[in-house]
């Protein structure tokens, strides 16, 4: 069964940083693109991020909103992803969502994990 | 960026009947176009890929078109399962971009 686990969210002030991590299980994650997907309160979803696999170089994409604050890594051997948030504004307030990219990438994301809360707020 | 455009935002429609939901590209984006169904407090579910094709385990009621830059999703029979709020994404091009979303109530 493939299951997708974030964890790391919380409380933070503006202008600080947080990691979130993403735990997946039941499928080969090296050879899996994957995703960072937002939702602020009562809002829709906003694309954040994205890893590439090995075999295309753990290259990656932002969103224009996050870009040179947010970094998207992965750890293959641990099976993990990362959303490293830098210099946080109130505006990044969200449910962030980790999500499987599909085998053909541009399925969009198959599996999604169920979100964890990250507050900007002094 | 491409801007994806859903209409209606809000729609209220009842058991059994037969539902459709657009999403307009602001340029050609092929069929590369995905829809998704999200319940409150609920992660999104992965629907249509391509633009047309049901992902597997989902219900044959749901169904998608278009190309370039007109796109719908439709439900032919409305079932209780399925109120929810719906949303287009599209994978042409990077940013990838999520249409606004479409919440569909029980009328």
């Known amino acids: 069964e493939v299951q997708l686990v974030e964890s790391g969210g919380g409380l933070v002030q503006p202008g600080g940083s947080l990691r979130l991590s993403c735990a997946v299980s039941g499928f080969t994650f090296s050879d899996h693109y994957m995703d960072w997907v937002r939702q602020a309160p009562g809002k829709g979803l906003e694309w954040v991020g994205r890893?590439?696999?090995?075999?295309?170089?753990?290259?990656?994409e932002y969103a224009a909103s996050v870009k040179g604050r947010f970094t998207v890594s992965r750890d293959d051997s641990k099976n993990s992803l990362y959303l490293q948030m830098n210099s946080l504004k109130t505006e990044d307030t969200a449910v962030y969502y980790c999500?499987?990219?599909?085998?053909?990438?541009?399925?969009?994301?198959?599996?999604w994990g169920q979100g964890t809360l990250v507050t900007v707020s002094s | 960026d491409i801007q994806l455009t859903q209409s209606p935002s809000f729609l209220s429609a009842s058991v059994g009947d037969r539902v459709t939901i657009t999403c307009r590209a602001s340029?050609?984006?092929?069929?590369?176009l995905a829809w998704y169904q999200q319940k409150p407090g609920k992660a999104p579910k992965f629907l249509i890929y391509?633009?047309?094709t049901l992902q597997s385990g989902v219900p044959s009621r749901f169904s998608g078109s278009g190309s370039g830059t007109e796109f719908a999703l439709t439900i032919s029979s409305l079932q209780p399962e399925d109120f929810a709020t719906y949303y287009c994404q599209q994978l042409n091009g990077y940013p990838l971009t999520f249409g606004g979303g479409t919440k569909v109530e029980i009328k």
């Open positions: 340029q050609g984006i092929s069929s590369y």
């Open positions: 391509a633009a047309s």
């Open positions: 890893t590439r696999n090995k075999a295309n170089s753990y290259t990656t």
């Open positions: 999500a499987r990219v599909a085998t053909v990438v541009t399925r969009g994301c198959d599996y």
